[in-house]
Every structure is written in structure tokens, then in C-alpha cells.
């Protein structure tokens, strides 16, 4: 577990500017957008911008290791996929500090241990509330759950439209992106791999 704390660093509080300086560094975007921050609509938005960005990246105060160190091994002899799909997750690019809208699916091999199923969506949640790329997020949702749970193999997929892209620079609306991460039986057995992509998609 070591290896996540290292690749996914956590919040030090007392690194943390203070409440004020977020909200003056808030103003300060406001005058360089071109507006007045003075003026009756925005003199509380400062404050509200800094309680939004406590709950939008509030993923760098939790560690996936509590999350996912409660399991359970009456599983009857289960040791099928567990799959959950479409667990919706908002993430900000870490870029443009913009949207990153999406659904995960993520399955996992057990191997004599199960996770509650809301610990996988917890999971999601911790790494989506911080600053991202898809490609990175992938990974540490596969890499967490691959260390804390030792399943014969994990398997995840993201597909997310990224607002970098729609609502800036070529502004192509409604595509999407598409990433996966196997390991484990998943990543040596391609039939494993297909049996995964079948069951996300209903098949």
C-alpha cells in the first residue's frame, strides 16, 4: 500500500493556503476574467468558489486504503468477475481544472475475499475528486483495489467526455474517450478481457 500513498499524495493541511488567500486568489481570477468582484453578484462568490473546490477535490483527504480495508470471505466458493458498471463520477482535468464527466466500470477476480460493492463506487469517488487525466485515474482505481484486495485480477474501463475539449479548443461536443487498465488474469488472459468488455456492455 505503500506504493499508492507514494503515486496518489494526499492534502498536508498545513500546506494548505488559508481561507482568505483562496478567496482573495478567487478574486484576483475574477478582475483578470474582466469583471468587478466588488460588485453585488460575485461579493460572496469568492467564498462559495472556496467551499466548492473543499468538496470538488476533497479526494486528496482520503486514502483508498480505508475504503477498501474492510472485506469479507463468506463468498460460498464464489470466484467469478464482480462486476459494477456505470458508477457515474465527475473529475476535473487536471490541465484546465475543467469538467471530466463519465461512468466506470470496474470488475474484479476474487480470491477468497469480496469488497462491498459501495466501496468500489467510494473508490471511484476518491480519485475522481482530484485533479486528473483519464489515462491516470484508470490506473489508480485498478491499482488500489489490486493492492488492497491481492483478487487474481482487476479490471477497469473509463469512458468520460472531457470539457477541455467541448467547451474550449476545438469544442467538439459529445465525444468521448475510452480507457482501460487490466491486471492480473484480466491483463494475461485476452479471453478474460473479452468476457469483461461483453458483460459492461450487456451482453
Known sequence: MDAIVKNFPQAVE?????QKEA???VRVLLRWA??????EGLLDTPARVAKAY????????LNPEDVLGRTFEEVAGYDDIVLVRDIPFYSHC????VPIIGKAHVAYLPNGRVLGLSKIARVIEIFGRR????????AQIANA???????????????????????RGVQKQGSTTLTTT???????????????????RGR
Not at 131 to 138: D, G, I, K, S, V
Not at 148 to 163: F, S, Y
Open 23 to 25: 478567496e482573495d486568489a
Open 145 to 167: 483495489i489490486d493492492d488492497t484486495l491481492r483478487p487474481r485480477g482487476v479490471a477497469v474501463m473509463i469512458d468520460a467526455e472531457h470539457m477541455c475539449m467541448a467547451m
Open 14 to 18: 498545513s500546506d494548505r493556503p488559508s
Open 94 to 97: 487536471e490541465h484546465h481544472m
Open 34 to 39: 474582466g469583471d468587478d468582484p466588488q460588485r
Open 131 to 138: 485533479l486528473q487525466t483519464q489515462e491516470a485515474m484508470t
Open 182 to 200: 487490466f491486471t492480473g488474469a484480466f491483463k494475461a488472459d485476452p479471453a478474460e478481457q473479452v468476457r469483461f468488455m461483453s458483460m459492461v
Open 54 to 61: 473543499r468538496e470538488l477535490f476533497s479526494g486528496y483527504d
